[in-house]
């Protein structure tokens, strides 16, 4: 593999980079590494990324960072040396230069914001060699023996680059609410209006979702003079993140993960993962007897005399239906938001290397060991739908030192026939 192009400047595509550069400042072999942004690197941490107001803070450790855990497999004998190579680009390498390492320990270590964390990125970025190219992923296509993506600037013009691999990051856009309606606000739209200071008078709102998104909503809503603040997901109660060294290892050491069974990994990332708030956020929410849980699913939205009426279902009970004068559509990022990207010979490939029309839980079960679709000749990384098959870190920040181990691995396979030659698409 000689080039690798991420999509998006997130902390996945910066711990690809920094060991791609630590490998080679230690004299081993390792792709050159494009990333494509089309905002700001570390962007969706920015108050203008539309998932955040920068202000809140990181639910993780700010030490699991691009090179967490420090634990590298890549070469017997050069591991350690790897290891060393990737301190360079820790969050304490960053608070040492800065100078503001002490000062840190001694407020006992807090969480950054999002805005620090978004700095702590662009620093990694300046001290890589990625080649960082700024504009949109607006196509991706099979080539002869990789991928042509389209690229397009912000004034409209567009490229083609042609590249070994692609790895695809992030959640997808944050613009979409659950309806157009001027009470329902998208996830972008909040933090838009509330970095402003313009969110709307309420008395009763509801954020809908049960996650990191949702979250940080609520964190910024109960600041808010609101009488009642409802939070709707299926989930039976809220879930804090597990975070228990039973828990953590699991997430920052994921060989333990494939001596689960298929049920219990889904539990774990039920209990720990997906749906949950960090403890942070739960105990701000605890100590708030404005906030509210409502279990159940919408299904249903309507005008009422300028409010909104939220339809609930749940599997056990007759639909509900409450009123709220805002609603937050917190339900997070689109999984498969990436297969707009493709045309009809990448989507056929997808289609062929795990077996069927592409759902979910289909490309979910495809992931290989390094972190792409199996079958697939050319590389297609897909981390964020790497949980249930290889670790429930993979997705988030809980151990970006082995997803660049697993990236960047050799690949003895790389010749052998996969789905490119099996459509017959060797051109
Ligand atoms: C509010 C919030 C708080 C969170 N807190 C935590 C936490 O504390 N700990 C944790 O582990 N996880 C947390 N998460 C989950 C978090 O999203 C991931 O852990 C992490 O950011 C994912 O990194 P990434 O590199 O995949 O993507 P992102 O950081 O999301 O980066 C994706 C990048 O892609 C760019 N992009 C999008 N589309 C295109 C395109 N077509 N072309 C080019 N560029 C594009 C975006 O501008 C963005 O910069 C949080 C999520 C949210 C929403």
Redesign the pocket.
């Known amino acids: 593999m000689d080039t690798v192009l991420v999509?998006?400047?997130?902390?996945?595509?910066l711990a690809v980079a920094a060991k791609s550069q630590a490998l080679r400042a230690i004299g081993l072999p390792a792709p050159r590494v494009i990333v494509?942004?089309?905002?700001?690197?570390?962007?969706?941490?920015l108050p203008s990324?539309g998932?955040?107001d920068g202000q809140?803070r990181?639910?993780?450790s700010p030490e699991?960072d691009v090179g967490f855990p420090y634990h590298s497999t890549w070469a017997r004998g050069r591991n350690r040396e790897i290891d060393a190579a990737m301190r360079d680009f820790s969050w304490n390498a960053f608070l040492i230069e800065h100078g503001t390492y002490a000062e840190w320990i001694d407020r006992g270590r807090p969480a950054p914001q999002?805005h620090v964390w978004a700095r702590y990125l662009q620093w990694v970025g300046r001290k890589t060699d990625m080649e960082l190219i700024a504009?949109?992923?607006?196509g991706i296509a099979a080539a002869a023996d990789g991928w042509l993506v389209t690229v397009t600037d912000a004034g409209g013009g567009s490229s083609e680059i042609d590249c070994d691999a692609v790895m695809i990051?992030?959640?997808?856009r944050s613009d979409r609410a659950f309806t157009t309606h001027p009470k329902v606000l998208s996830i972008q739209r909040f933090w838009d209006l509330a970095g402003r200071r313009l969110l709307p008078p309420s008395s009763r709102a509801a954020v809908i979702g049960g996650g990191?998104?949702a979250?940080?909503a609520l964190d910024e809503l109960v600041r808010h003079e609101m009488l009642t603040v409802s939070v709707i997901s299926p989930n039976a109660t809220l879930y804090t993140r597990g975070e228990s060294f039973f828990e953590n290892s699991l997430y920052s050491d994921p060989t333990k993960w494939s001596t689960l069974g298929a049920e219990e990994r889904r539990d774990v990332i039920r209990r720990t993962d997906r749906g949950v708030f960090?403890v942070r956020v739960q105990e701000t929410l605890l100590g708030d007897n404005r906030v509210h849980h409502l279990q159940g699913r919408v299904t249903a939205m309507a005008d009422q005399d300028g409010r909104v009426a939220l339809t609930l279902a749940n599997e056990r009970r007759a639909d509900q239906v409450h009123t709220f004068d805002l609603v937050v559509d917190a339900t997070?990022g689109q999984p498969l938001w990436f297969l707009d990207?493709f045309d009809a010979s990448a989507t056929d490939l997808l289609e062929l290397a795990v077996g069927g029309p592409l759902t979910q839980a289909r490309i979910e079960n495809a992931i290989g060991y390094d972190l792409a679709v199996s079958g697939l000749d050319a590389k297609l990384y897909l981390?964020?739908m790497a949980a249930l098959a290889q670790g429930p870190g993979f997705?988030?920040?809980?151990c970006l030192g082995e997803l660049s181990d697993r990236v960047l691995r050799p690949d003895p396979a790389r010749r052998r026939p996969g789905a490119r030659e099996r459509a017959g698409l060797n051109r």
């Open positions: 999509v998006g400047a997130g902390p996945k595509a494509v942004e089309s905002h700001a690197v570390g962007g969706n941490w990324g998932w955040t809140h990181l639910g993780t699991k999002h504009g949109s992923v607006t990051t992030g959640p997808g990191e998104t979250g940080s960090s997070g990207l981390p964020n997705p988030n920040l809980s």
